[in-house]
């Protein structure tokens, strides 16, 4: 009886990329360098890590196969020897780098156990270790799925432990490095740029995956999903296990699952869809919606700023009432202050949005918060403000400028809309996904970054009183820096966004001649109501082939 051949799920596929790819102890010599190692780090993740994805992803999608890299260059040159040969110099390292593990093998046996090995038992071990690993290479890939999965998150493990035990070093005796601004420059010295060849070697490896091809369910989709999600979680481990000294570790590992949640995500309001048209919908589409669409764009870099103005205030707001006011109990009163302004703005917001226009209501909320934040600092660094005071002033900016949570997934609607009115392609899932991402991205962004910058502002846990200094940076960066991202999400609203009357007119011309009379009478209705909503408008199959949505222009 012919037994089913293992296939590897979207989980494991993304997993054998870290396998291949992230090496555990590549931080190590890198972080010889000093800080400038995170600006190498980003920079190669984009010079380098996210070009190399992407030609691999497209090659293992275009030419799926076991041949992975003699394959591509066979194609390309197939009266030539040339595919032999990149693939001899490309598998001639291996023998190398196989015998250097097996002299590791012992010491690491020698560490782990406190024994020490003689001679012969030291060869025993390592022609063991050989025979063992060439014994797996001798079964298909699909079978070591378990091997590959435990050794990935061995891998992850190891270089999270690493970083956590930085963290904890840091809450014991303090940085052990300069943190100061300057140190994180580059470096172009020969010294810094001999481990840029490092960091390269380091992210190799996605060519290897594109020959799993065959063992894969669907690999078109499998393999540009693997190999940007994995590549993702490698540069962050990369990042966070450099770093070890890093006091952001929930934010990181929450921006990983967010990039894997939005890459396991499939649509699903997709009804009788040809196989032909789906397959014109190709993953690097997302890349010409920034391009095209600029209400998408808008919603992105609104999404970051709105995002990265709440965090870095939730995030430091402890210090703002603790050093700065001097009373951090009457924190507990913030939620008694900003529900009763929530419900206000439930309340009077729809009014306003059907007298004045959704995108007007948006921007000048935006600008009241804004002015409520330099108005605040301006006092602030003048006067001394009560704790009451601050409590409400701040609270009612912070509310007044987060109405927009309230009208957003209308207008991601609308940017779904505008986006098959360029490209006559409905991507739903993806637009949403990268919307949402954009989000995960400023909470991460605000975090991370108000961590950071509560040290360069000179901030000592072990003073009984903080310098005025660092006080006056407390004060901007609760005050000051969200209401400059405040004015970077009305720039996005005021100057990006281009959604106009006469672009929702065409809009809706695709959209009723396909919709029966009752939805055509319901998208009237909707038109007059002054927030958006989504209303299924079934298309008959003459006409189209799947259900569409029919959004109102407010």
Request: some cysteine.
């Amino acid at each position: 009886m012919e037994t089913k051949q293992k296939k590897f799920h979207l989980a494991s596929a993304i997993l054998s990329v870290i396998c291949v790819v992230f090496v555990a102890e590549a931080a190590a010599p890198v972080a010889s360098i000093g800080n400038s190692q995170y600006f190498w780090w980003l920079f190669m993740m984009v010079a380098f890590l996210l070009p190399y994805g992407m030609i691999s992803s497209e090659l293992g999608t275009a030419y799926p196969g076991d041949g992975g890299l003699y394959d591509w260059i066979h194609k390309a040159f197939p009266e030539t020897k040339w595919g032999a040969r990149a693939s001899w110099y490309y598998w001639i390292n291996f023998p190398l780098w196989m015998a250097s593990l097996a002299v590791v093998c012992p010491e690491l046996l020698g560490v782990l156990t406190g024994l020490r090995f003689g001679w012969g038992a030291r060869l025993l071990i390592e022609l063991a270790f050989i025979w063992v690993v060439t014994w797996i290479a001798c079964y298909p890939v699909c079978d070591s799925i378990l091997i590959l999965n435990i050794s990935a998150a061995i891998k992850m493990l190891l270089a999270l432990t690493v970083g956590v035990l930085g963290i904890v070093y840091v809450a014991r005796s303090g940085f052990v490095n300069d943190m100061a601004p300057r140190t994180f420059l580059p470096g172009f010295d020969l010294h810094s740029l001999s481990y840029i060849s490092v960091i390269i070697f380091n992210f190799l490896g996605f060519e290897v995956v594109c020959t799993y091809a065959d063992n894969m369910r669907d690999p078109k989709r499998q393999i540009p999903q693997a190999i940007v999600s994995g590549g993702i979680v490698i540069a962050l481990i990369y990042l966070f296990s450099a770093f070890g000294i890093g006091a952001a570790i929930c934010a990181s590992i929450g921006f990983v699952f967010c990039f894997l949640h939005y890459y396991w995500t499939e649509e699903r309001n997709v009804a009788d869809t040809p196989k032909e048209e789906a397959a014109n919908v190709k993953f690097t589409d997302i890349l010409s919606v920034f391009k095209k669409n600029r209400a998408f764009l808008a919603l992105c870099i609104h999404g970051v700023c709105i995002c990265c103005m709440q965090y870095v205030g939730s995030t430091l707001g402890t210090y703002m009432y603790s050093d700065v006011l001097g009373n951090i109990g009457i924190m507990s009163l913030a939620s008694v202050v900003s529900m009763p302004l929530s419900i206000v703005a439930l309340l009077i917001m729809p009014k306003l949005a059907e007298k004045f226009g959704l995108e007007k209501v948006i921007r000048t909320c935006l600008l009241i918060g804004c002015g409520l934040y330099m108005g605040l600092f301006a006092v602030m660094m003048l006067f001394s403000v009560p704790a009451i005071v601050y409590l409400v002033w701040s609270t009612m900016a912070s509310g007044i400028a987060s109405v927009y949570i309230l009208m957003q997934w209308g207008l991601v609607g609308e940017a779904i809309d505008y986006n098959e009115l360029l490209t006559g392609k409905r991507t739903e899932g993806s637009i949403y996904g990268t919307f949402n991402l954009s989000r995960r991205i400023g909470q991460t962004v605000g975090n991370s970054a108000a961590v950071l910058a509560l040290g360069w502002i000179g901030y000592d846990a072990n003073l009984a009183a903080q310098s005025a200094g660092t006080l006056t940076g407390i004060k901007a960066l609760c005050v000051l820096v969200p209401g400059i991202f405040l004015v970077g999400s009305w720039i996005a609203f005021r100057f990006v966004w281009n959604i106009t009357p006469e672009i929702r007119a065409k809009m809706a011309a695709i959209w009723l001649p396909a919709c029966s009379t009752s939805a055509r009478n319901a998208r009237a209705d909707s038109l007059r109501a002054p927030w958006p909503r989504m209303m299924s408008c079934s298309v008959p199959s003459e006409v189209a082939t799947r259900t569409r949505w029919c959004l109102p222009s407010s």
